[in-house]
């Protein structure tokens, strides 16, 4: 493919409707050519096999083989082709999971015609794009704990919880209230997602958050 060549394109979305509107936009470009379509994820990736397009638009939620499972398939396979996602979608659980699948760029469906046909120019030259309105969120969420993350403190906590301490032993260790003890425990039983102090320790445990009782010295 030499500068000049049109971007060969193919659309995945689960909507005809939706299809016919995008083709349409970008048949309106010169720089762009419409070499396939397809209606879900799995038909995606082999109509990928077949055209070796330049960039796929992949909508997210559709029956059968969705987009980011589609999009890590395709990274996985090794082929190299970038995907621009566009969908309605904007949570968390879908842009997050989108891009640790391979995603190049995240684009939402009500953006303007000019921003879509900038942001598949972009990924097509390795450049990665997300919506403006997405950037801060996904900031908010890249500075959050990660599930299941555990503060010094509340490690201190499970570790006396761990070898048998109760809360006014645990207290006493760690010159602290009764009441922050079981505030730190409410906080550990949520981020372990358990509901008692047996099954918070054993899930401390199976998580490589607490060392086990033969790996600790004396």
């Not at 949570?91 to 999971?97: A, C, E, F, H, N």
């Not at 602290?176 to 906080?187: D, G, V």
């Not at 199976?206 to 004396?218: H, V």
């Amino acid at each position: 493919m030499t500068a000049s060549d049109p971007v060969r394109l193919i659309i995945v979305d689960d909507h005809p409707i939706v299809r016919e509107g995008l083709r349409a936009a970008f048949g309106n470009e010169p720089d762009f050519t419409v070499v396939g379509e397809a209606g879900d994820g799995a038909e995606a990736l082999t109509l990928v096999d077949r055209v070796a397009p330049d960039v796929v638009l992949m909508d997210l939620r559709m029956p059968g083989v969705d987009g980011v499972t589609a999009i890590r398939r395709l990274r996985e396979s090794g082929r190299g082709v970038p995907v621009l996602v566009l969908t309605t979608y904007d949570s968390d659980g879908d842009v997050v999971p989108a891009i640790e699948a391979g995603a190049a760029g995240y684009l939402l469906k009500d953006a303007p015609t000019a921003e879509l046909l900038d942001a598949v120019r972009a990924v097509h030259r390795g450049t990665s794009v997300l919506s403006p309105a997405l950037v801060a969120r996904l900031m908010e969420h890249t500075r959050r704990p990660a599930p299941g993350s555990l503060t010094r403190r509340e490690l201190q906590v499970l570790q006396l919880v761990a070898d048998g301490a109760g809360n006014r032993e645990a207290a006493a260790a760690l010159f602290i209230s009764e009441a922050s003890i079981k505030t730190h425990l409410t906080h550990i039983y949520n981020k372990l997602d358990v509901r008692d102090r047996a099954a918070a320790v054993g899930e401390a445990y199976r998580r490589g958050l607490l060392p086990t009782p033969g790996d600790r010295t004396s």
